[in-house]
Structures are given as structure tokens and as C-alpha cells.
């Protein structure tokens, strides 16, 4: 199937400091990409969707300028934590839909994760 | 977007049968279920689709009434391996519409 990958996996930063994940379809080429956010024993909850070429559409309640979202080619989305505090300490993924899936389906391929701990 | 209800959590033991009912009352036509296991720690990995009746692929089945106002994932023969959380989506991504996840189901396999 279809592959998502995540870089990094893992990172630890100083508060303040700004955090970049990279969200990367590896054989597939995506026009939207999804980031979701979870916290421990919670479930995923989707932050906003990327858009290639054009600006991310953000859910409710999350800042925009906070979680930055640059969805440049085809291939790569960026989320960008500025300003990292503790409270920003959460599992982050990625998701995209492969086109040359099944038409008129609704299989997401996710990403490993990335897991952020602010300090 | 169709709101999903499931079990908080279940528990079972090594090969038995493991069904997780999912309830979308206000589901829409064009509407698909899939069904997504998750590990700790690791993204969300995709089970099963179904848009009615019955679909069976190498791990599971997937039922669902002609109402389709629920389904039910059949897990056949667990393993400790299957321990995950489960989640039932309900929706239509054809052109980048979004999916929202439930809480899902902590499924727990003991010896």
C-alpha cells in the first residue's frame, strides 16, 4: 500500500524554540495531506488540512499562526510548532489519501508519528 | 460528518472472536465506514472499508446492517498482538474531504 513517513520520529526542545515535523508521501503524489494531534489515551484530533499551493484550512480553536503549515509540492507537508511551551507536548501525524486508490473511498494512509516534548 | 459511537474498551482472550459494534445513526448516502487500528505510539493503520452488506479481506470482517445506521468489525481468532485501539470512521474522503476519529475501542487480549 501507499506509504506516509514522518520525520523525526521523536524530538525534545527548550520552551520557545520552534519545532518543524515533515510529513512526506513516498510513492504517491498528494494534494491534501491531514495533521492530527493526540494526547495520551485520547484520540486523534485533527488539527488542519493541507493544501498544496495553497493555504492550510485550520479547524477550530487551533492557532494558525501557531502551527504553521506549508504544503509546497506534491510530496512534502510541513508543520511548524513556533514558540514551543510544554502545553504543545503531543503525538503529531500525518495523513494522506493515495489518488490512485478506489475511487469514491475513504482509505487514509498515516504517517509513524512525531512525538514533541517541550522542556 | 457522522458521529461515531463504540465501547470504550473490550476484553478477550487469545483465539477467540472479537466483534466491535460501531453506531452512525445519522450517516449520509455517500458515506463509507472504515475501520483503523492503532499501536501505541505509532499512526493509525487501515483494516477495513465497507459501504453495505458484508466485506471480508485477511484480517477481518466488516457487517453491516442494511440500514447502515451501525457495523460491526470482526476480528476472527485474536492474538496478544491484536491488543489496539480500534476506531470507526464514517465519512467520504473523495477530494480531500476530511475524517474525524472517535474515541475508539481499547481492545485488550490476554492469555
Known amino acids: 500500500g501507499a506509504v506516509v513517513s514522518q520525520h523525526p520520529s521523536r524530538v525534545i526542545c527548550k520552551s520557545g524554540t520552534s519545532v518543524k515535523i515533515e510529513c512526506r508521501s513516498l510513492?504517491?503524489?498528494?494534494?491534501?495531506m491531514f495533521w492530527y494531534r493526540q494526547f495520551p489515551k485520547k484520540s486523534l484530533m485533527l488539527m488542519a488540512t493541507?493544501?498544496?499551493?495553497?493555504?492550510?484550512?485550520?479547524e477550530q480553536g487551533v492557532e494558525k499562526d501557531k502551527f504553521l503549515i506549508n504544503h509546497a509540492s506534491l510530496t512534502l507537508s510541513t508543520l511548524t510548532v513556533t514558540s514551543a511551551h510544554p502545553e504543545d507536548s503531543s503525538f503529531y501525524i500525518c495523513?494522506?489519501?493515495?489518488?490512485?486508490?478506489?475511487?469514491?473511498?475513504?482509505?487514509?494512509?498515516f504517517g509513524e508519528g512525531s512525538r514533541l516534548t517541550v522542556l | 460528518l457522522a458521529k461515531t459511537t463504540q465501547p470504550i474498551s473490550m476484553d478477550s482472550y487469545e483465539g477467540q472472536e472479537v466483534n466491535i459494534t460501531c453506531s452512525h445513526n445519522?450517516?449520509?448516502?455517500?458515506?463509507?465506514i472504515t475501520w483503523y487500528q492503532q499501536f501505541p505510539s505509532q499512526g493509525p493503520r487501515f483494516i477495513i472499508q465497507?459501504?453495505?452488506t458484508k466485506v471480508t479481506n485477511e484480517v477481518a470482517s466488516l457487517f453491516i446492517p442494511a440500514d447502515r445506521k451501525s457495523s460491526t468489525l470482526s476480528l476472527p481468532r485474536v492474538s496478544l498482538s491484536d491488543t489496539a485501539v480500534y476506531y470507526c470512521l464514517v465519512g467520504f474522503t473523495g477530494g480531500g474531504n476530511k475524517l474525524t476519529f472517535g474515541t475508539g475501542t481499547q481492545l485488550k487480549v490476554e492469555l
Open positions: 510513492d504517491f503524489q498528494a494534494t491534501t
Open positions: 445519522n450517516i449520509a448516502t455517500n458515506d463509507y
Open positions: 493541507s493544501n498544496e499551493g495553497s493555504k492550510a484550512t485550520y
Open positions: 495523513s494522506a489519501r493515495d489518488p490512485r486508490a478506489r475511487v469514491n473511498t475513504g482509505e487514509l494512509f
Open positions: 465497507g459501504y453495505k
